[in-house]
T-cell receptor, first 115, second 112 residues
């Protein structure tokens, strides 16, 4: 089956640090990748939709300058949380889709903790 | 934005009992999916039901979909302690390439 690898699985860093999270589709080409954020005991909230070779589309309320998304190839999308602060601490999950009509395949998530 | 609302928010049952979770959504969909998430972990895809289907089974799982009421239910029969997790419904809209939109989830606790 289709596998999406997300790395790192956990990050703990100081306030002000920028953190990059990678999302890779291992055995298929992902035309579209999605980034979600999940706060404790809450649901997944869509942050942005990323298409290979074009700018990401951000959901309302998500700062594009804060959460930089790069989808430079058909198998890799990155999310960079710039100048992270404690309120950015969350569980970030990516997903990837090959066929626009096909299923989304999810990574295992990255737990980001900003001290 | 969130599309789905699940109820109950939390459910506690004994092993062997059945657990029913409900999900309602707002707009027309292509399909509805159910996911499980163990605490602090990623998502596990459970089952997908298309808009033209009314019921689907997978092992101890039974999912129904009522598009006229814009609602779905997930039934877990003969529950086990290992079923303890959060369960989310997610809807896929008719437009190709759009993201899944998740409901708020139901936290299920199964005690032995």
């Amino acid at each position: 089956g289709a596998v999406v690898s997300q790395h790192p699985s956990r990050v703990i860093c100081k306030s002000g640090t920028s953190v990059k999270i990678e999302c890779r589709s291992l055995d298929f080409q992902a035309t579209t990748m999605f980034w979600y954020r999940q706060f404790p005991k809450q649901s997944l909230m869509l942050m942005a939709t990323s298409n290979e070779g074009s700018k990401a589309t951000y959901e309302q309320g998500v700062e594009k300058d804060k959460f930089l998304i790069n989808h430079a190839s058909l198998t890799l999308s990155t999310l960079t949380v710039t100048s992270a602060h404690p309120e950015d601490s969350s569980f970030y999950i990516c997903s990837a889709r090959g066929d626009p009509r096909g299923p989304q395949h999810f990574g295992d998530g990255t737990r980001l903790s900003i001290l | 934005s969130q599309q789905g609302e699940e109820d109950p928010q939390a459910l506690s049952i004994q092993e062997g009992e059945n657990a029913t979770m409900n999900c309602s959504y707002k707009t027309s969909i292509n399909n509805l999916q159910w996911y499980r998430q163990n605490s602090g972990r990623g998502l596990v895809h459970l089952i997908l039901i298309r808009s033209n289907e009314r019921e689907k089974h997978s092992g101890r799982l039974r999912v129904t979909l009522d598009t006229s009421k814009k609602s779905s239910s997930l039934l877990i029969t003969a529950s086990r302690a290992a079923d303890t997790a959060s369960y989310f419904c997610a809807t896929e809209l008719n437009q190709a390439g759009t993201a899944l939109i998740f409901g708020k989830g139901t936290t299920l606790s199964v005690s032995s």
